[in-house]
């Protein structure tokens, strides 16, 4: 991740300097995490039916381990997304209306609108870790608290909006014509 | 009234350029605010949806997907295929195809077989005559075999949201991917033929054969794992899921230590890219979940079959409605959000005229590969265009050509013929 | 009060035509015809509204009114209690501890109210069994000996109890089982009574022998914001309700657990009566091996409660 050091209007650019700073650091820490993560699910998973088929004894409680993975695999991976703004996402109203104004109009009313779901989902997911904190449920055999694994969404729906922030002072810019189109 | 909002809001803001993910969380929005359902409670729904272990099959299968295409596996399959089936200008398309519907047997989505097989097979075939953006048609559309033969993460998905049974699901799409494959390659052979091209053979026979036999020699361990998948699932040993962690953990060392094309490096990249993919699903899932627990809350697919037999009369006629609403959608929609919102909206539609969830699979599985095809929303098109290096434009005409000679008919024959889909579960003893 | 009001109401085990399904059903008419119509429910089956998980979070959350369902332990692991193995070996034990007067109602009532839930009282189906295809066994022996693996429920004290049975309990998700049973993947189910395993995997499994290791059963509850929202005639009119469906499912149970063990020897299932020594067998290296273990997880004063209520040992 290369730092943007393309000029821009003073203020914005500066916030987004220290957005790509902290998508630098959080890249970097993110991807170790995840390959990690990614293997554990694969190989304990095939070490689960090694011990129920070849060893005759069925390991409890690896599902639960592979899940609670698997959570903060999904999410982490949903906010590298983010970072290399690779949502899925069709772009046919871009393609009809070229690259002129209108097209630059539309893609930051877009990416407005995307933020404010961001937050959105933020507070619905906060609302769960909060009731998961209060009821404290735990998973079938170790008992581990199930917020550990719905704290996930909450750290994704943080990534979000820190990403689609610079996404839309990108876009401004842009629009402002301060800024070249990615 | 809640179905028509739902999808007027997904797809307004797809069109608008909003990514599918924050598409989905406004249409939850919507639907909870018409329906005055506390949304933030739903989020659990979500969560104990996501937290799946037939979910894990996608993370597991795309991972598998990269790690076939950076580890060789990829490479030596087609190099076994063009060996058998010839290297004259008709066979190197029909290679392409085979070469799909082989890799299809091993990985769980289109986009990886666009991926491995463009980038071998796009340059050698324009040398060999054929039109750039033909091949890129030609590659996105045989890619889409790999949504029909199992294993399938489309079929998975649709298995989890209509709580069918994944086996039976894959299962449903084998005849069907035979019936385009046979179809793709007919096509093929007739377009090479129209433009005047005379198959010529020129290597001797014997060398060919010798030629099979050291590429199939070669590709032995990446062949072996259509029947260590299969075999497994069908025989047994695992279920769907776990054949997808034993896929990617026998891949892995293929890659590393017998085709020596996986490092430590690649490995690290393609798990890094299969968590970006899967966590993009994964979160519209999430929303799409809860969409769907709304709609049945409401009973909302009931008020649909209503609404349907009102308009038309006869089974028949709503079957002709279903399909075509769903080659719409494919056009301006992308798969995953396709078989989200409408496999549990329409199933209930499907199960009251009398057609079996199985075989709407197969439907659904057959309109999905048409309209990752078809313009604006093509998903698999752009992927072909891109990994072939040729503009959309030139590739549009040739791509709308075979998807009304191919996947067209199979479409209609999924339809109205269910013995296509249903004989195989049926024989196997899954219906 | 006169306001009128709907029920979101759920069993997610079974179809509408399940006696689960017949009892939600019931109860939701019932309060409808006590009320004049002014209270009606609308009832959702199987996994329409997600697994019992989901379904039992939602109605702790208010978003679904009432379940008849297993109460999930995932909250508090003390309301395991009730699947305790070899705790109660007829049905007049069973009235005694279960019905909505007996003493494990009073044991577990103030547990779920903790949750968030209010509950009613037990739905019994009946002594539990193990059914499998190709074989099965009727002791700790037999059943190590053939390796049989069964799909279980993975919270204690259910995978404790048929491991120290001599089986391999597999956690399944109940969506999975059928197929799983067909690939191979597990060799049968465990727990239930004999109609589940007939009625939904008749095709598959060859075997039903009853163990009697565990007291099968569902729960009438509700969210308790919501029952503490209603006035007190209208919390009357739902609780008779609930109790009339709940002693109708008494009346009928064991006569239900009887016309399904011969249905399904009709239908070819081989339906195996465990001696009692055998029996006994069981359920000695059971209560010698899980029990303790429930002094870990449930607490002294909860087991306590129980040895009071039950001869050990016996
Ligand atoms: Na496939
Ligand atoms: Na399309």
Same mark, same amino acid.
């Given at each position: ?182 | ?48 949806? $996501?937290?799946?272990? +037939? %979910? /894990?099959?996608?993370? &597991?299968? @795309? ?7 950076? =580890? !060789? ?100 799409? $084998?005849?069907?991917? +035979? %019936? /385009?494959?046979?179809? &793709?390659? @007919? ?7 129209? =433009? !005047? ?110 609404? &349907? ?123 | ?314």
């Amino acid at each position: 991740m290369a730092i943007d050091t393309r000029p821009g209007s003073g203020a914005i650019q500066r916030v987004l300097t220290l957005i790509d700073r902290f998508d630098h650091w959080v890249t970097t820490a993110i991807r170790p995490i995840v390959v990690a993560l990614g293997l554990l699910i694969a190989f304990a998973f095939a070490a689960g039916v090694f011990f129920r088929s070849v060893v005759g004894s069925p390991v409890f409680g690896l599902e639960e381990l592979v899940l609670l993975a698997a959570m903060w695999f999904y999410l982490l991976g949903a906010g590298l997304a983010s970072s290399e703004r690779s949502h899925l996402s069709a772009d046919f109203l871009p393609m009809l209306l070229g690259d002129g104004k209108a097209a630059q109009a539309v893609q930051l009313f877009a990416t407005a609108l995307s933020l404010m779901m961001a937050v959105f989902i933020l507070v619905w997911s906060l609302d769960l870790v909060s009731w998961g904190l209060d009821k404290r449920q735990g998973t079938p055999v170790f008992g581990i608290p199930w917020v550990v694994s719905q704290a996930s969404l909450m750290f994704g729906a943080c990534l979000f909006i820190i990403y689609l922030s610079r996404d839309f002072l990108r876009d401004l810019l842009v629009l402002l014509g301060a800024r070249e189109a990615d | 009234m809640g179905a028509l909002v739902a999808i007027l809001v997904v797809v307004v803001l797809m069109f608008l350029g909003v990514p599918v993910v924050f598409s989905f969380a406004a249409m939850t929005l919507a639907l909870s605010l018409i329906y005055g359902i506390e949304i933030s409670s739903l989020m659990t729904t979500g969560f104990w949806a $996501v937290n799946s272990v +037939i %979910l /894990l099959a996608l993370p &597991l299968f @795309i991972m598998t997907g990269y790690v076939l295409q950076t =580890g !060789g596996l990829a490479r030596r399959l087609i190099d076994f295929v063009e060996a058998l089936v010839g290297n004259s200008k008709s066979g190197m398309g029909a290679s392409m195809i085979v070469a799909c519907a082989i890799f299809g047997a091993i990985s769980g989505t289109a986009s990886a077989a666009v991926a491995a097989i463009g980038r071998i097979m796009v340059d050698p075939m324009e040398r060999h005559g054929y039109d750039r953006g033909y091949v890129a048609a030609l590659l996105g559309a045989s890619s889409l075999l790999g949504l029909l033969i199992p294993p399938s993460i489309t079929m998975i998905l649709f298995a989890v949201v209509t709580r069918q049974s994944v086996t039976a699901c894959f299962l449903a799409t $084998v005849g069907p991917g +035979i %019936l /385009l494959m046979i179809l &793709l390659i @007919i096509y093929n052979a007739i377009r090479i033929r129209m =433009g !005047g091209e005379r198959p010529e053979q020129t290597v001797p026979v014997a060398d060919r054969w010798q030629n099979v036999g050291s590429a199939g020699w070669k590709a032995l361990p990446a062949l072996m794992m259509p029947v260590i998948i299969l075999g497994g699932i069908y025989g047994g040993f695992f279920t769907p899921t776990e054949a997808a962690a034993i896929a990617l953990v026998y891949a892995i060392p293929v890659g590393m230590f017998i085709y020596r094309d996986l490092d430590l490096k690649g490995l690290f990249d393609c798990v890094v890219q299969a968590a970006a993919t899967t966590g993009v699903i994964m979160v519209i899932l999430v929303f799409s979940f809860i969409a769907s627990r709304i709609f049945t809350m409401e009973r909302i697919p009931q008020e649909m079959t209503g609404f &349907l037999f009102e308009i038309f009369e006869s089974p028949t006629a709503i079957l002709v409605a279903v399909n075509l609403f769903l080659i719409a959608l494919g056009m301006i929609m992308d798969d995953v959000s396709i078989i989200a919102i409408t496999g549990p909206l329409l199933l209930p539609v499907m199960t009251e005229i009398g057609v079996e969830p199985v075989h709407f699979a197969a439907i659904i599985g057959m309109s999905v590969v048409i309209g990752c095809n078809t313009p604006p929303m093509a998903p698999i098109l752009f992927l072909s265009c891109r990994v072939g290096n040729v503009g959309m434009s030139r590739v549009t005409k040739p791509a709308l050509q075979l998807i009304f000679f191919t996947a067209l008919p199979v479409q209609i024959a999924v339809t109205f013929w269910p013995g296509l889909s249903l004989f195989l579960p049926r024989a196997l003893g899954y219906l | 009060s006169d306001d009128e009001m709907t029920f979101r109401m759920v069993s997610t085990s079974g179809d509408a035509s399940s006696p689960q399904g017949m009892s939600i059903q019931m109860w939701a008419d019932r309060m409808s015809e006590l009320s004049d119509g002014r209270i009606t429910g609308e009832t959702f089956f199987q996994g329409e509204l997600g697994g019992q998980q989901e379904v039992f979070d939602q109605m702790v959350r208010g978003n679904i009114d009432m379940v008849l369902e297993l109460p999930q332990s995932s909250y508090d692991e003390r309301v395991g209690v009730m699947s305790l193995p070899y705790l109660i070996t007829d049905w007049d034990e069973a009235r005694a501890a279960y019905s909505p007067d007996g003493w494990m109602q009073q044991l577990v009532e103030p547990i779920l109210e903790d949750i968030g839930v209010k509950f009613f009282g037990v739905y019994p189906d009946g002594f539990g069994g193990i059914a499998t295809k190709g074989s099965y066994a009727t002791n700790h022996e037999d059943a190590q000996a053939l390796n049989l693996k069964v799909r279980a429920i993975p919270t204690f004290p259910n995978p404790q109890t048929l491991k120290a049975m001599g089986y391999q309990a597999v956690p399944i998700d109940w969506n999975e089982v059928y197929t799983s049973i067909q690939t191979g993947v597990v060799a049968g189910d465990a727990g239930n009574i004999i109609y589940w395993d007939y009625e939904y995997f008749g095709d598959q499994l060859d075997y039903y022998v009853h163990t009697r290791h565990n007291f099968s059963y569902s729960s009438l509850m509700m969210s308790l914001d919501r029952w503490n929202a209603l006035d007190a005639e209208d919390q009357e009119i739902v609780a008779t309700a609930a109790r009339e469906v709940i002693d109708q499912r008494y009346e009928g149970a064991q006569e239900f657990d009887a016309e399904w063990i011969q249905i399904a020897q009709d239908g070819g299932m081989e339906y195996i009566q465990p001696t009692d020594e055998e029996l006994d067998g069981w359920a000695a290296v059971v209560q010698e091996q899980v029990w303790p273990e429930a002094e870990d997880a449930f607490g002294s004063e909860i087991m306590d409660v129980v040895r009071s209520n039950v001869q050990v040992g016996g």
